[in-house]
């Protein structure tokens, strides 16, 4: 017999929701603001409901100014606030980097810890319905880059309740990353509140010939693909860093260091991104006697597409990671390629997550 806190299938989208409106229920000091939140499409339904519960004082739209918006938000968590700014598209966060950047990033450490800004900072990344150059990109690893920003990347709504929770009661700034093609995948989730806290990776899928490590969505995308390289004779351990700053090399280390070979699958560019922090981690992590193969997947060297037959060359899927992994682990063997027909993205298939 079931309990009412036991797990149950929700949506990605939903578990986001229902994380913000417990937080609530339990900090009143936690509010969420930002451009659209209280419009009737509720920021792909991960606002609903909590203008009518919690009232405008708590919930409400700012203006199109993300710097002065963000300044606003930092105050307020300087003043024991718990605010959640939501900027929709992570390309929109490029017009307040010097207010993350230059000063919720850095006042704890400039005030000598008597100073704490408890913010999560709501963003979305990835193709939707062709939205190119300006809507697309996945600027996670800028933020990686800066001492006192932690970053989430949750890939199923499991941890996506657990991340929002951890984040809201975190006394530093998060950046929270979601992928818009997760919002209508499902996972099992407890109805209780929990948190998801960071630095701890999870090992989604056990193996010995090839390590993969999938950041938000291509996690999935990498559980996807290791199926496929299953029934190819090929065992891949997929990996899911959950939290990218703090990140847990050292799950991702010993799983390498023992397959010897490490792919790593991002949603954004090659250069100087978060794919190439893992790799240089784990490379100096295990040293040069470990011998292990490495290879990185994320977008191409050139601006997001918006016709969908360049995105599907543009975006990494399950039959390319699965291509890269039989690579890395049968060198010596003739190129091998799945069915197209089994290599759609997980939104497109529904795909449930690892649970």
């Known amino acids: 017999m079931s309990t009412p806190d036991a797990p149950r299938p929700l949506k990605y989208v ?54 002065a918006m963000t300044g606003i938000a930092i105050g307020a968590a300087m003043a024991g606030m718990r605010p959640i700014h939501v900027h929709i598209r992570m390309d929109f966060m490029l017009l307040c980097m010097n207010q993350l950047v230059n000063i919720a990033a850095k006042a704890s450490y400039m005030w000598g810890g008597q100073v704490k800004v408890p913010l999560v900072v709501r963003s979305m990344i990835g193709k939707s319905w062709g939205q190119g150059a300006q809507h697309s990109q996945g600027l996670h690893s800028m933020f990686m880059h800066v001492p006192g920003l932690k970053v989430a990347a949750p890939s199923n709504a499991h941890d996506a ?69 299953a029934e190819a004779g090929v065992q891949a351990e997929v990996i899911d860093p959950i939290w990218l700053k703090p990140l847990d090399i050292d799950t991702i280390a010993a799983s390498a260091k023992r397959t010897k070979r490490l792919l790593v699958v991002d949603n954004g560019w090659e250069m100087c991104g978060a794919s190439a922090e893992i790799v240089a981690a784990v490379l100096e992590s295990v040293g040069p006697e470990a011998g292990i193969r490495v290879q990185r997947m994320g977008f191409a060297a050139t601006t997001c597409p918006t016709s969908p037959w360049l995105e599907a060359e543009f975006y990494p899927n399950p039959g390319t990671i699965a291509q890269a992994a039989w690579k890395l682990a049968r060198p010596d063997q003739p190129d091998w390629a799945p069915s197209p027909d089994r290599t759609k993205l997980a939104y497109q298939v529904q795909f449930k997550g690892p649970f």
């Not at 809201?168 to 818009?180: A, G, L, W």
């Not at 090839?210 to 969505?217: A, H, L, M, P």
């Open 14 to 67: 939903d578990a986001l929701r229902e994380a913000v409106e417990q937080e609530m229920d339990r900090d009143e000091r936690v509010f969420v603001f930002g451009l659209d939140v209280d419009d009737h499409k509720s920021i792909q339904g991960s606002t609903r409901g909590l203008l009518q519960k919690f009232g405008s004082d708590r919930v409400f739209t700012t203006p199109l100014s993300e710097d």
């Open 161 to 229: 309740k657990g991340c929002m929770i951890a984040a809201i009661r975190d006394d530093n700034p998060v950046v929270f990353m979601e992928h818009r093609l997760l919002y209508g995948t499902e996972t099992d989730v407890p109805a209780a509140p929990f948190t998801v806290e960071p630095g701890k990776a999870r090992i989604c899928t056990h193996g010995d010939d090839v390590t993969i490590v999938g950041i938000s969505n291509m996690a999935q995308e990498a559980i996807r693909a290791a199926e496929l390289l």
